[in-house]
C-alpha cells in the first residue's frame, strides 16, 4: 500500500535553475507533509514542512506547494545549487505518534 | 550536542545469525522510530518506541524482529536468524515530542546501519 508516490526517479537540472520535485499521495488523513534530503550513506534531513490546512510554505531556496484536491505537492528548489545534488524523499505525517510514510524518493542532479 | 548516533554503521551477518542494531537518541528525546530502507526503495516505517514502552510496531515483521527502548541506554532492534531480504539500510529516528504536534521538525535521523546478510 503505497500511500505516498514520487513517481520520477531522477532529475537532472543545471545550476542556477529551477528544480521542481512532485510528489502524490493517496492518504487524505495526512496532517503534515515533509521533504527530505539524503546524502549517500547519511540519514534523512529534514528540509521544510507544510501543514494540510496551508497551500505554500517557504524557506530560502526551497518552497512547497500543496494541492490538496489533486492530492499533490512539489518542492521547489530555486536556484539550484551543486550541493543540492542529493535524493529527496517525500513524506506524510499520519497519526499522533508521528509515523512517517515516504515516497521512493527523486534523485536530484545538479550539473555545472 | 550529538546527534542520533547508530552503531554499527556496516554489520554483515550470515543467514541464521542474529543482528544487533543500536541506536541512541538525541540527549533529552524519549522518542524512537526505527525504518527500513530496501534498495531502490524509501524508508519504510517499522516501530515507534518511547522509554521502556512499544507504542506502535505496526511497521515490524511479525516473525523474527523485535525491538526496546529500555530505561537506561540505547534502543536495540534485534533480527534472529537473519536472511538475505534482511539486508538494508536501517536508520532510527528520534523526537523530543509526538512529531505530529508540531510537524515533525524535532524529528532527527540518524546516519543508519547497512545490515548485509551473506
Known amino acids: 500500500d503505497q500511500q505516498v508516490k514520487q513517481n520520477s526517479p531522477s532529475l537532472s537540472v543545471q545550476e542556477g535553475r529551477i528544480s521542481i520535485l512532485n510528489c502524490d499521495y493517496t492518504?487524505?488523513?495526512?496532517?503534515?507533509f515533509l521533504w527530505y534530503k539524503k546524502y549517500p550513506a547519511e540519514g534523512p534531513t529534514f528540509l521544510i514542512s507544510?501543514?494540510?490546512?496551508?497551500d505554500k510554505n517557504e524557506d530560502g531556496r526551497f518552497t512547497v506547494f500543496l494541492n490538496k484536491s489533486a492530492k499533490h505537492l512539489s518542492l521547489h528548489i530555486v536556484p539550484s545549487q551543486p550541493g543540492d545534488s542529493a535524493v529527496y524523499f517525500c513524506?506524510?505525517?499520519?497519526?499522533?505518534?508521528?509515523?512517517?510514510?515516504f515516497g521512493a524518493g527523486t534523485q536530484v542532479v545538479v550539473t555545472p | 550536542n550529538a546527534g542520533v548516533m547508530q552503531n554499527p554503521r556496516h554489520l554483515v551477518r550470515r543467514r541464521g545469525q542474529e543482528a544487533r542494531l543500536r541506536c541512541s537518541p538525541m540527549k533529552g528525546h524519549s522518542h524512537v522510530y526505527w525504518y527500513r530502507q530496501l534498495p531502490e526503495e524509501g524508508l519504510k516505517f517499522m516501530v515507534y518506541l518511547q522509554k521502556e514502552n512499544i507504542i506502535d510496531e505496526s511497521g515490524m515483521p511479525k516473525e523474527r524482529f523485535s525491538a526496546e527502548f529500555p530505561k537506561e541506554g540505547p534502543s536495540i532492534l534485534r533480527i534472529q536468524q537473519v536472511v538475505r531480504g534482511d539486508s538494508a539500510a536501517y536508520f532510527c529516528?528520534?523526537?523530543?515530542?509526538?512529531?505530529?504536534?508540531?510537524?515533525?521538525?524535532?524529528?532527527?535521523f540518524g546516519q543508519g546501519t547497512r545490515l548485509t546478510v551473506v
Open positions: 492518504n487524505s488523513m495526512f496532517d503534515y
Open positions: 507544510i501543514s494540510s490546512i496551508k
Open positions: 529516528a528520534s523526537s523530543d515530542l509526538p512529531s505530529s504536534r508540531t510537524g515533525n521538525t524535532e524529528a532527527f
Open positions: 513524506a506524510g505525517l499520519t497519526d499522533s505518534w508521528g509515523k512517517l510514510q
